[in-house]
């Protein structure tokens, strides 16, 4: 055998496993996160609730999908957030699990899943990561509940962090409006901040911050910073997938930017499926399966 195709062989042995080694690789992780961070390079989040959505995400490279508890006002047509149940993360959650090759998933947990003891935090965040196969979980607050942010990772659950306008909070802020804005305000936020960095969180989600503040605590953290509405100085950004593609269309915050207009793009394609089957034009020939006719003749 010439010396060439041997070694061609040889390679493509060794090679096989290394090429399988890349895929497994390839899975977002908390220490992706890390690295991303220290390296400067931005990270990408999006939410997703179900199987097909998560498949498209992970597809597009995204390196993080949440489920979020906007599911409780995207999909289940809720005001705010405060309706969500432990039970719905978890319906949405293995969906979006099943769908996800790649992106690490993050699922929420939802309001008084956590506020009342470490020990309700633990337990909750412990059946959402046994019932769905998440990579981690996110919460809402900063230094109030530090404790639980400690007793879920020293658990060995991941915890991203949820500060600035946090909308579990809606009824005491007295609508979605923008945190940090004074000093006194802007010093809880970085506060807040380094609190649950402290407590363990292997990032932290910033929403509806000045951009310069949102900035200023990505330049002071170690870990990751996500934003939305916090401007481009966080080291990531996520946003409600409905949002961007202006398929939610109840109101629109000024932090959204819609990357595509899929609502209008549905409604034309759902009027045309309408007008063709009042036009009897559809099901046509090629959407039809067919029989023979001596067997159609064979009936009574
Ligand atoms: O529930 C959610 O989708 C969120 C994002 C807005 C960050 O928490």
């Not at 990505?218 to 949002?243: F, H, M, N, R, W």
């Amino acid at each position: 055998m010439p010396v060439l195709s041997v070694s061609i062989r040889i390679v493509t042995v060794v090679c096989m496993p290394l090429m399988f080694l890349k895929e497994v690789v390839m899975k977002n992780t908390v220490a992706t996160f890390q690295k991303m961070k220290e390296e400067g390079q931005k990270i990408s989040m999006l939410t997703a609730y179900d199987y097909s959505t998560a498949k498209v995400v992970d597809n597009a490279g995204v390196n993080s999908i949440l489920v979020g508890d906007s599911l409780g006002m995207v999909m289940l047509g809720y005001e705010d957030t405060i309706p969500v149940t432990v039970e719905d993360m978890i319906h949405h959650g293995r969906a979006v699990t099943r769908g996800a090759q790649n992106a690490l998933v993050v699922i929420d947990m939802p309001f008084m899943s956590y506020e009342v003891s470490v020990e309700q935090a633990v337990q909750n965040a412990g059946r959402i990561m046994k019932e769905t196969q998440a990579n981690a979980v996110k919460l809402e607050g900063g230094s109030r509940v530090a404790p639980q942010i400690k007793a879920i990772t020293k658990a060995g659950i991941p915890v991203c962090a949820h500060i600035g306008m946090t909308p579990q909070s809606v009824n005491s802020y007295g609508g979605f409006k923008v945190q940090g804005k004074s000093i006194e305000a802007a010093q809880a936020v970085i506060d807040d901040a380094l609190a649950v960095q402290e407590a363990g969180a292997f990032a932290v989600v910033i929403e509806c911050v000045p951009a310069k503040l949102a900035a200023l605590i990505s330049e002071k953290l170690t870990i990751p910073t996500i934003g939305i509405g916090a401007g481009a100085g966080c080291d990531g950004q996520v946003l409600v997938y409905q949002d961007m593609l202006a398929l939610f269309s109840d109101f629109k915050p000024k932090f959204v930017k819609h990357f595509a207009h899929l609502g209008d793009a549905m409604t034309e394609a759902f009027k045309t499926y309408d007008e063709e089957v009042k036009a009897g034009t559809f099901p046509s020939e090629e959407h039809t399966f067919k029989i023979d006719d001596e067997v159609i003749e064979k009936l009574y």
